[in-house]
Nanobody, 119 residues
Framework: QVQLVESGGGLVQAGDSLKLSCAAS????????MGWFRQDPGKEREIVAS????????YYTDSVKGRFTISRDNAKNTVYLQMNSLKPEDTAVYYC????????????WGQGTQVTVSS
């Protein structure tokens, strides 16, 4: 089992920055991929960014490339999502997730943190 706890959401204005944190416990993450997802009411949950813990390789969805950065702190077992140049369309509940590298599903989820960007 992997337990995930997010923090760092809030209400900001367009153009501002926020940094989300996801603290993981329960397992060594070297064999996992970590992901940040978001979901707005009435929409499907979408992946925003992911990171392979073992080598730090990353993926970003097109809408956040150049604005968001996913990173990790090995010592703290924590993954971050730095969000810059925020737009109103980034408003959503952001979730941290983890999946084993050998699996295709994302079985572990945090509770979510609300990000609201006003125009």
């Amino acid at each position: 089992q992997v337990q995930l706890v997010e923090s760092g959401g809030g209400l900001v204005q367009a153009g501002d920055s926020l940094k989300l944190s996801c603290a993981a416990s329960g397992r060594t993450l070297s064999g996992y991929r970590m992901g940040w997802f978001r979901q707005d009411p009435g929409k499907e949950r979408e992946i925003v960014a992911s990171l392979r813990w073992s080598d730090g390789s990353t993926y970003y969805t097109d809408s956040v490339k150049g604005r968001f950065t996913i990173s990790r702190d090995n010592a703290k077992n924590t993954v971050y999502l730095q969000m810059n140049s925020l737009k109103p369309e980034d408003t959503a509940v952001y979730y941290c997730s983890a999946r084993p590298m050998i699996g295709g599903n994302w079985p572990y989820w945090g509770q979510g943190t609300q990000v609201t960007v006003s125009s």
